[in-house]
């Protein structure tokens, strides 16, 4: 059997010495031939390293002018690779062909291929870039002087139980952020919440036509940022409202308890948001949505909104946001159907019917707040907000006004102090369900043992002029309302600033 010995790529001027030393192996005794002269040698040594000289050159240049470091492939490796072809496998040192070794200059085009081999995929890399997976436990003990008919705090948005241990919120939030620097313009937000402020957000049928489909996922949105002028932010999904100062995390507020405005105004939204900077200090908002608090829409107008944000300096920072929907639903959904009512249309088993004469008037926030942050350790607040809303478009609008007023002192990094001041006018009983004029007072005591938990210490009172907090006793009315508690806050991940 004849066994053909790989062929060996190696400069001229050493096959012509091969060749000479196995011309004489086999002469077979005859007397070899005639061995080149110096000159010939110097001469082939010549060509042979300015072929080499050539080939490095131009593997550095393919080098320089890839940004990982790694080749295009050269017409050789082009043809190895063609559809058909047996792929080439990346030469390393521990993988190298028996034979003579390549000369040294090659070993770094070797490592580079060898790493462009291993380099993850771009879509991947850009989206475990800047990945957080964060999360947070909130709970809380709360006493109501009052000591009211089942342990029920009136006019509360999270801190709804008395004299009970509650867990306030449990949340998961994964997200990968969009980061211009280094070129990635796409990202995504999943917030998933569990607790009673869970109930607080989606528990009301007034507002979410099936609060069950959607009741833990809070926020859910993914983002681009266009390359437009400096740059153009949408998202699109369900997002928590900037409507009001105050937001759902805790670690991110003054206060333990939210403010009124906060209950009243909106929770979240669905839809579509942009936010596009003019310059450094002005920026603008614009949002499409279903409607307040409405992930499904429950009715065919589609709610907007403009805001302006402007920060002159860093510590100072003023909003702007003016808001117009309409609120009315124009179906109702049936959670036990008769017979008959099943033959009306469904939507995933769950059926529903028209209302006739649907109500069509709008809705209008005018919402404004003010943060100063006066010093590093002083921080102020100012909020007010507007409401009218009407019925039917030919109705007599009502209003809802006020405002809050805030402010926060930092003594050292472990302790803190804060008070809020709030003034709500519900003349047509649209937050409450009765005319009346409210207001609060909150005062804040904070404590941070450790940098991801926090204690706080608060004490609220509400008032009104009106008969409406509930007492010991069914049926009997007060006309304020006292809370002292604590509450008690973890958090864990890698986002930094306000969640």
Wanted: aromatic share 12%.
């Amino acid at each position: 059997m004849l066994i053909r010995r790989p062929a060996c790529k190696v400069p001229a001027v050493l096959l012509m010495a091969c060749g000479w030393a196995v011309a004489q192996g086999q002469s077979g005794g005859q007397p070899p031939a005639e061995p080149p002269s110096v000159d010939e040698r110097i001469s082939a040594l010549t060509r042979e390293v300015a072929e080499l000289r050539s080939l490095v050159l131009e593997l550095k240049s393919q080098l320089a002018a890839q940004p990982n470091g790694t080749l295009h492939a050269t017409p050789q490796l082009a043809q190895a690779t063609a559809p058909g072809a047996a792929p080439v496998a990346p030469v390393t040192a521990s993988a190298a062909p028996a034979g003579p070794v390549a000369p040294a200059a090659n070993a770094p085009v070797a490592q580079g291929v060898a790493a462009g081999a291993r380099e993850q995929p771009k879509a991947t890399a850009d989206f475990l870039r800047g990945l957080t997976i964060n999360g947070t436990l909130d709970g809380y003990y709360e006493y109501n002087t009052n000591n009211p008919i089942g342990r029920v705090n009136y006019l509360r948005a999270y801190d709804v139980s008395s004299n009970s241990f509650s867990l306030n919120q449990a949340d998961l939030i994964v997200e990968s952020a969009p980061d211009l620097a280094a070129d990635k313009r796409a990202g995504v937000r999943l917030d998933l919440q569990y607790g009673q402020a869970t109930s607080t957000l989606q528990g009301s049928a007034a507002n979410e036509l099936r609060p069950e489909v959607y009741r833990n996922v809070f926020q859910a949105y993914g983002t681009y940022v266009f390359p437009l002028g400096s740059g153009l932010t949408v998202d699109f999904g369900k997002w928590a409202s900037s409507l009001g100062m105050e937001g759902n995390y805790t670690k991110d507020q003054l206060n333990y308890s939210r403010a009124l405005w906060f209950d009243y105004l909106p929770f979240y939204h669905m839809g579509v948001r942009a936010r596009y900077p003019i310059n450094d200090e002005i920026a603008i908002n614009a949002w499409v949505t279903n409607g307040t608090q409405q992930t499904e829409a429950f009715n065919d107008y589609k709610d907007q909104m403009l805001g302006l944000v402007v920060t002159p300096t860093p510590a100072l920072s003023w909003t702007l946001n003016l808001y117009d929907g309409q609120e009315h639903p124009d179906v109702i959904y049936i959670s036990n159907p008769t017979p008959a009512q099943k033959t009306l249309p469904n939507q995933q088993g769950t059926y529903f019917q028209p209302i006739a004469n649907p109500p069509t008037g709008r809705l209008e926030i005018v919402d404004s707040y003010l943060i100063w942050q006066v010093t590093k350790a002083l921080v102020l607040g100012a909020e007010g907000d507007y409401v009218q809303q009407r019925l039917y478009s030919y109705s007599s609008p009502q209003h809802v006004t006020g405002g809050a007023f805030y402010g926060g002192y930092r003594f050292t990094p472990r302790i803190s102090i804060a008070t809020r001041l709030e003034y709500l006018a519900d003349s047509a009983g649209l937050y409450s369900g009765l005319a009346q004029y409210l207001k609060e007072g909150t005062f804040t005591l904070d404590y941070r043992p450790a940098d991801d938990f926090l204690v706080r210490a608060e004490f609220r009172r509400d008032a009104s002029n009106q008969r409406f907090f509930l007492s010991d006793t069914l049926g009997l009315l007060e006309s304020s309302q006292q809370t002292v508690g604590f509450g008690l806050v973890w958090w864990f991940g890698q986002k930094e600033g306000v969640w």
